[in-house]
């Protein structure tokens, strides 16, 4: 389903260098894919969701957590990025259809990376 945005991605310099490393696999093997998956919701809704971001383009850490990781390797990470590469415009509230697909992409990755 996202394989040609994935295509897209790992032409992308700055994307492809996003990799999930053992220390975040050992997070996902204590805490589980469903615990993993409901954090993706949590950081959508709380920091990428709303039309106004005071810190957009600086509230996903590069490092620290396997959705960060995966928010910059997919460019949901910020609403220019998801403007850019998903062309969801800024300035709106994301829709929860819109939210659930920034989450199953997010997710998407992750398992890829996981395996």
């Known amino acids: 389903m996202?394989?040609?945005?994935?295509f897209r991605l790992s032409k992308s310099k700055f994307r492809s260098k996003f990799k999930l490393k053992d220390k975040e696999k050992a997070y996902i093997?204590?805490?589980g894919l469903d615990?993993?998956?409901s954090h993706a919701k949590d950081f959508i809704s709380k920091r990428i969701s709303p039309a106004q971001?005071?810190?957009d383009g600086k509230q996903t850490?590069?490092?620290g957590h396997p959705v960060f990781?995966?928010?910059h390797a997919t460019a949901?990470?910020?609403r220019g990025c998801i403007e850019k590469w998903h062309k969801i415009?800024?300035?709106?509230d994301l829709s929860d259809d819109q939210q659930e697909y920034l989450v199953n992409l997010i997710m998407e990755w992750i398992k890829k990376q996981y395996k």
Do not use: H, S, V
Request: aromatic fraction near 8%.
């Open 2 to 6: 996202y394989e040609e945005l994935f």
């Open 29 to 31: 093997d204590t805490k």
């Open 35 to 37: 615990i993993i998956e």
């Open 53 to 55: 971001i005071p810190n």
């Open 61 to 63: 850490p590069m490092r």
């Open 69 to 71: 990781i995966a928010q």
């Open 76 to 78: 949901t990470c910020c």
């Open 89 to 92: 415009p800024k300035g709106i």
